[in-house]
């Protein structure tokens, strides 16, 4: 590892003013940016610690929304009674993730940064266009069962593992920024983006930007939300693939729906053409799986992550049938 | 007997004066009785010291460089920039290395050469003066290769295939007896199927470390390894030095599974590097390092043929198993040679062939050959049970052999039979009278979004017996040292080896001191081939009873002061045992479950009845059949080392890629065991038992998957990939 400075914020501004000058990383539960520096991923030269600053607060808002400061622990997030009848589909992709151990440790703000577990990007001998752009990508040819079927590019085939960016995705959730300009804010979705050529940026976020906090907006309907993470290994591994739901059925018609899929694509997926497709619709299990299929038309599938597509579908049938019924 | 009669009242011996006349004999036998780990305490509270913990004073750390091509050549190594970094103390590459006497493991002959035959393969290590600045330094070692095409890929018409002399454990590659293919001919049922498993990589908590340091031309190491006699006398080779100049200690041991069965790179390289800064080294190879160096399970592609007459006899079992190795040395997994003796059969034809390929050299990994061609056979008997319509505990009860079905020897004891019947019983498959109970229709069985299913496979692993010497010193009338050079890695050898020693020597445990893991004690065998207890039990076995014979004869039955020390040596009665087929035995039973939303496969519960000969310790053996099982469950639904054949590496190559089982895959696993007495083993009438645990377990999973689903997985692991597109 090469050697680094390291320093604790003393305020947010200052440490966006540094960042900003001279490219170096914050650090909050180190789970992700420390292991990219043992493995040579990543090696910045000042790592400034942010876990001093004053954002962990949880706050419940009076319309129904709620807003988590950029620090807070998974596991705390994870088990706030607010949070679990609000949004209950955030609680379980948090409980979903990793260990107990690493979510104690993980914050909010650094979930939504973590890195691609693409094997090639992880290994500095391998090429890989977002570690070194230009350097080609290994994957597309190479191990890559777990990577995107869904809006890779010829540069870029990495999946986000992050499952709470799926259950965000499918709240709305923006995320407040500090830049050096001052105080931002951003959708979710202007938040992540698909690799296309510049595969070497995982987010839209501004340089030196601190994230400050996650704002869920209100939403009823994800009062009847859920996560389904499939894998594998029972628990402590990422997904092979996954969906956040939200359904209101009434008379047995789909009011209002929403999807998003993990583990499919470089940023979390939300399945609009599914949604519209089912918007109004009775909620049959035909109606699902045409929606679904609408959905992974566009998939392309690489040699050896096939599965995902039956995967994908199945999951969304399965999980909108089975709120279905429990909404009877 | 209880505990009362003839007890001493002192639990531990008293120092200085001895309170009684002679030596007291045992008031009870400590072999059967249940008793955790001796070093369990220091383990949990970190007190035990493994092979990088020693404190050696003025310390160095060494750190390899890898080649990153599968095959070519080290064109140069520039060493100056490395050199240059602070607390650098020198660079070891060929063009430097002292040169290394061969001892016949090429492997073994680390920087002698500029050739690669791996991706992996170590091409220079940086000594510093802490791990920081080596791995800093191994950074700065510029290495210019030049890499040649590579041929990676284990395939079952690879026209490099050949049939060796030999496969690993020193069996004949091929066994005939009949004709196959005239039996299969004339059977009514039969079943041709092909069986792949993945790579496998060991993953042992330590990972492969030494501290090393020369010391008036004596060369003395700590070393995570299982063999630290066959360490020993290789490093004395290598380095040409008398064997009584090298000194191995291997005091605690943080897992092998095989891949610390002998001397690796590591070992080797920490001596070099000692002797090159003229300081005691370090050297841990890291997680993803161990993918390349340390071994691995080769894949196998395995075809069996099998075929049965209308009454469930078996006509013939063929087994054709394809293995890999490196091109610097041929390690032949033996996955046929279960099939020589499970069943009964008038046809047999068991083949093995193997490819050099360009990739690190596999090795032993719990129970070698058995652990794979039990998946194969295991899953193959289970598919004739399907096709014939029988029950497959029956179909397997009714081709018992009588004899060993090849070499017409008798086994000296087998009770495959008896452990199917009580597995069925304690599993439910059958009732109390012995009639089965279980549906056999697969796909039938819902739970919610759940298939549900039962399979059953057998278990079997060879018990070995290997030479090895003891030491029996008695200082006192209630003060035994028994020492004897086991590995104790992490299954309770030192305990077992002292309740044994306590019953050879008649007197209670508590009088009796154990010491294992140094070379310097004598010769013994590996902690390997599940043969520990067996050899290392014989040879203090032995030194106890001629001890306490000598006391008895010579002594009066006191213990003179000053002492008697007897020495022990088991090579001739081992040579002169009788010939007789000696296995243990095992029936798996397991429910699993897979979800026909997302594919997910899990396991529910597990079984395991064994008959292995006398059980020493009930606490250590229970933990060594699960822990089989629970790794035989991980190879049935997680594990595999994928390589990526344009490099010639594993890319799966740390533990967030290679996916062992965690707890929560871990159902409820019940374990039992048969009071098997068998008199032509040794004379504590043990068998092995650490390995026969992971053998059928992912058979029995593989077929409880086909009950649950119908669909047949003959690719290891059963992962949700290959299930979800074949689910309805
Ligand atoms: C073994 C293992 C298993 C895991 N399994 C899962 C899983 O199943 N599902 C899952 O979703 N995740 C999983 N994770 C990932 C884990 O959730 C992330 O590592 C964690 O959330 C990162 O948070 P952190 O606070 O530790 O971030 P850090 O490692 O400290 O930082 C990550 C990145 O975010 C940046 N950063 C951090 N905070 C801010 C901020 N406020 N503003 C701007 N930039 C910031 C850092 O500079 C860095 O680039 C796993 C991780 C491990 C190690």
Same mark, same amino acid.
């Given at each position: 590892m090469k050697p680094f400075a390291y320093q604790r914020a003393e305020a947010a501004d200052s440490a966006v003013a540094t960042i900003s000058r001279t490219g170096a990383a914050y650090l909050a539960g180190g789970t992700n940016i420390?292991?990219?520096?043992?493995?040579?991923?990543?090696?910045?030269?000042?790592?400034?610690?942010?876990?001093?600053?004053?954002?962990?607060?949880?706050?419940?808002?009076?319309?129904?929304?709620?807003?988590?400061?950029?620090?807070?622990?998974?596991?705390?997030?994870?088990?706030?009674?607010?949070?679990?009848?609000?949004?209950?589909?955030?609680?379980?992709?948090?409980?979903?993730?990793?260990?107990?151990?690493?979510?104690?440790?993980?914050?909010?703000?650094?979930?939504?940064?973590?890195?691609?577990?693409?094997?090639?990007?992880?290994?500095?001998?391998?090429?890989?266009?977002?570690?070194?752009?230009?350097?080609?990508?290994?994957?597309?040819?190479?191990?890559?069962?777990?990577?995107?079927?869904?809006?890779?590019?010829?540069?870029?085939?990495?999946?986000?593992?992050?499952?709470?960016?799926?259950?965000?995705?499918?709240?709305?959730?923006?995320?407040?920024?500090?830049?050096?300009?001052?105080?931002?804010?951003?959708?979710?979705?202007?938040?992540?983006?698909?690799?296309?050529?510049?595969?070497?940026?995982?987010?839209?976020?501004?340089?030196?930007?601190?994230?400050?906090?996650?704002?869920?907006?209100?939403?009823?309907?994800?009062?009847?939300?859920?996560?389904?993470?499939?894998?594998?290994?029972?628990?402590?591994?990422?997904?092979?693939?996954?969906?956040?739901?939200?359904?209101?059925?009434?008379d047995g018609v789909v009011q209002d729906v929403r999807l998003a899929y993990g583990a499919v694509a470089h940023r979390p997926w939300r399945a609009y053409a599914a949604e519209r497709s089912l918007r109004g619709a009775p909620a049959t299990v035909d109606n699902f799986e045409r929606a679904a299929d609408e959905e992974l038309a566009a998939a392309k599938p690489l040699r050896d992550n096939g599965y995902k597509v039956p995967l994908i579908r199945n999951l969304t049938v399965g999980v909108l049938r089975g709120m279905t019924e429990a909404s009877w | 007997?209880?505990?009362?009669?003839?007890?001493?009242?002192?639990?531990?011996?008293?120092?200085?004066?001895?309170?009684?006349?002679?030596?007291?004999?045992?008031?009870?036998?400590?072999?059967?009785?249940?008793?955790?780990?001796?070093?369990?305490?220091?383990?949990?509270?970190?007190?035990?010291?493994?092979?990088?913990?020693?404190?050696?004073?003025?310390?160095?750390?060494?750190?390899?460089?890898?080649?990153?091509?599968?095959?070519?050549?080290?064109?140069?190594?520039?060493?100056?920039?490395a050199l240059a970094e602070d607390g650098v103390l020198g660079v070891l590459w060929h063009g430097n290395a002292q040169r290394l006497e061969s001892v016949g493991d090429p492997e073994l002959m680390v920087l002698q050469s500029a050739r690669i035959a791996y991706r992996g393969q170590v091409v220079a290590v940086v000594v510093a003066t802490s791990p920081e600045a080596a791995r800093a330094g191994a950074d700065l070692v510029r290495v210019r290769e030049d890499g040649m095409t590579s041929d990676t890929v284990l395939r079952i018409d690879h026209p490099a295939l050949y049939q060796p002399v030999q496969v690993n454990a020193g069996y004949p590659a091929r066994s005939a007896i009949g004709d196959v293919d005239a039996g299969l001919a004339a059977a009514a049922v039969r079943v041709d199927a092909t069986y792949r498993t993945p790579a496998e990589h060991h993953c042992a908590m330590e990972p492969h470390a030494t501290t090393a340091f020369w010391e008036r031309g004596c060369l003395v190491v700590f070393d995570g390894t299982q063999a630290s006699t066959a360490v020993s006398e290789t490093l004395a080779g290598l380095f040409e030095l008398p064997p009584q100049s090298v000194r191995v200690i291997n005091e605690h041991v943080g897992g092998g599974f095989g891949s610390k069965g002998g001397p690796k790179p590591n070992v080797v390289l920490a001596a070099m590097a000692a002797r090159l800064v003229g300081r005691p080294v370090k050297l841990a190879l890291t997680r993803q390092q161990l993918f390349a160096v340390a071994g691995y399970r080769t894949p196998t592609i395995q075809r069996v043929r099998?075929?049965?007459?209308?009454?469930?006899?078996?006509?013939?079992?063929?087994?054709?198993?394809?293995?890999?190795?490196?091109?610097?040395?041929?390690?032949?997994?033996?996955?046929?040679?279960?099939?020589?003796?499970?069943?009964?059969?008038?046809?047999?034809?068991?083949?093995?062939?193997?490819?050099?390929?360009?990739?690190?050299?596999?090795?032993?990994?719990?129970?070698?050959?058995?652990?794979?061609?039990?998946?194969?056979?295991?899953?193959?008997?289970?598919?004739?049970?399907?096709?014939?319509?029988?029950?497959?505990?029956?179909?397997?009860?009714?081709?018992?052999?009588?004899?060993?079905?090849?070499?017409?020897?008798?086994?000296?004891?087998?009770?495959?039979?008896?452990?199917?019947?009580?597995?069925?019983?304690?599993?439910? $498959?059958?009732? !109390?009278?012995?009639?089965?109970? /279980?549906?056999? =229709?697969?796909?039938?069985? *819902? %739970?919610?979004?759940?298939? +549900?299913?039962?399979?059953?496979?057998?278990?079997?692993?060879?018990?070995?017996?290997?030479?090895?010497?003891?030491?029996?010193?008695?200082?006192?009338?209630?003060?035994?040292?028994?020492?004897?050079?086991?590995?104790?890695?992490?299954?309770?050898?030192?305990?077992?080896?002292?309740?044994?020693?306590?019953?050879?020597?008649?007197?209670?445990?508590?009088?009796?001191?154990?010491?294992?893991?140094?070379?310097?004690?004598?010769?013994?065998?590996?902690?390997?081939?599940?043969?520990?207890?067996?050899? $290392?039990?014989? !040879?203090?076995?032995?030194?106890? /009873?001629?001890? =306490?014979?000598?006391?008895? *004869? %010579?002594?009066?039955?006191? +213990?003179p002061t000053g002492g008697v020390a007897v020495r022990a040596d088991t090579t001739l009665e081992i040579r002169d045992r009788p010939e007789f087929s000696r296995h243990a035995y095992g029936a798996q039973f397991c429910q699993a479950r897979v979800s026909t939303m997302t594919g997910e496969v899990r396991v529910d519960r597990l079984l395991g009845v064994f008959a292995a000969g006398r059980i020493v310790n009930p606490t250590t053996a229970r933990s060594q059949f699960i822990g089989g099982m629970t790794m035989g469950l991980s190879g049935a639904l997680l594990e595999r080392s994928v390589l990526d054949s344009r490099t010639g590496d594993f890319v799966t190559g740390d533990l967030a890629a290679y996916h062992v089982a965690v707890s929560a895959d871990v159902p409820r696993i019940e374990v039992a065991w048969l009071d098997e007495q068998d008199p032509h083993l040794n004379p504590m009438g043990v068998k092995g038992i650490g390995e026969i645990g992971i053998v059928g377990t992912a058979a029995a999973v593989a077929n409880a998957v086909h009950h649950a689903t119908g669909i047949r997985v003959r690719d290891l692991p059963i992962g949700l990939a290959q299930m979800i597109g074949k689910l309805h």
């Open positions: 420390v292991d990219l520096m043992k493995l040579g991923v990543t090696a910045p030269d000042l790592l400034i610690d942010v876990t001093g600053l004053p954002l962990r607060d949880i706050e419940a808002l009076p319309d129904g929304g709620m807003r988590v400061g950029a620090l807070t622990a998974n596991s705390d997030l994870a088990t706030d009674p607010v949070l679990r009848t609000r949004f209950p589909a955030v609680a379980l992709a948090l409980l979903s993730g990793a260990s107990a151990q690493l979510r104690n440790r993980a914050t909010i703000g650094g979930n939504l940064l973590q890195r691609t577990r693409c094997r090639y990007f992880v290994d500095v001998t391998k090429s890989c266009n977002k570690r070194r752009p230009g350097a080609g990508c290994a994957a597309r040819e190479g191990e890559h069962t777990d990577l995107a079927i869904l809006g890779a590019s010829e540069q870029c085939v990495a999946t986000n593992p992050s499952d709470l960016a799926v259950a965000l995705a499918l709240v709305d959730a923006r995320v407040e920024l500090l830049t050096e300009g001052g105080p931002a804010s951003m959708s979710v979705h202007e938040f992540f983006r698909l690799p296309g050529d510049r595969p070497e940026r995982d987010t839209n976020l501004p340089p030196g930007a601190l994230i400050t906090a996650v704002v869920l907006p209100a939403t009823p309907i994800a009062r009847m939300s859920t996560y389904r993470k499939v894998r594998d290994r029972s628990s402590f591994a990422f997904a092979a693939g996954s969906v956040a739901a939200a359904l209101d059925v009434r | 007997m209880t505990s009362t009669q003839r007890q001493p009242t002192q639990s531990q011996p008293a120092q200085g004066q001895p309170t009684q006349s002679r030596v007291q004999d045992a008031a009870q036998r400590s072999v059967g009785t249940a008793s955790p780990r001796i070093e369990a305490w220091d383990k949990v509270t970190g007190r035990a010291p493994y092979a990088v913990d020693h404190p050696v004073p003025g310390a160095a750390y060494a750190w390899v460089v890898q080649s990153t091509v599968a095959r070519g050549v080290v064109v140069d190594v520039d060493t100056s920039r099998l075929g049965a007459a209308t009454n469930g006899r078996l006509l013939a079992i063929g087994h054709d198993a394809v293995s890999q190795t490196s091109q610097l040395s041929e390690f032949v997994e033996q996955s046929a040679v279960l099939s020589r003796h499970m069943y009964a059969a008038p046809n047999r034809l068991t083949t093995h062939r193997v490819v050099a390929l360009d990739v690190p050299t596999p090795v032993w990994m719990r129970a070698p050959g058995e652990c794979p061609g039990s998946f194969a056979l295991e899953s193959a008997i289970d598919e004739l049970a399907s096709a014939g319509n029988w029950d497959p505990v029956r179909l397997r009860i009714d081709n018992e052999p009588a004899v060993h079905p090849e070499e017409q020897i008798p086994f000296s004891s087998r009770h495959l039979v008896q452990c199917l019947q009580e597995g069925a019983e304690r599993f439910g $498959w059958t009732d !109390a009278s012995g009639r089965v109970v /279980r549906d056999p =229709r697969p796909a039938v069985r *819902r %739970d919610g979004e759940w298939l +549900v299913g039962t399979g059953v496979a057998a278990s079997t692993y060879p018990s070995l017996t290997w030479p090895s010497t003891a030491l029996a010193r008695a200082t006192a009338d209630q003060r035994f040292d028994v020492e004897v050079n086991a590995a104790d890695i992490g299954t309770g050898a030192r305990t077992v080896l002292r309740q044994i020693a306590a019953d050879a020597l008649d007197v209670p445990i508590a009088y009796v001191e154990i010491t294992v893991g140094d070379s310097a004690i004598g010769p013994a065998t590996v902690a390997g081939g599940s043969m520990g207890t067996a050899s $290392w039990g014989w !040879a203090v076995t032995k030194a106890c /009873r001629l001890l =306490r014979e000598r006391i008895e *004869r %010579d002594h009066g039955g006191r +213990v």
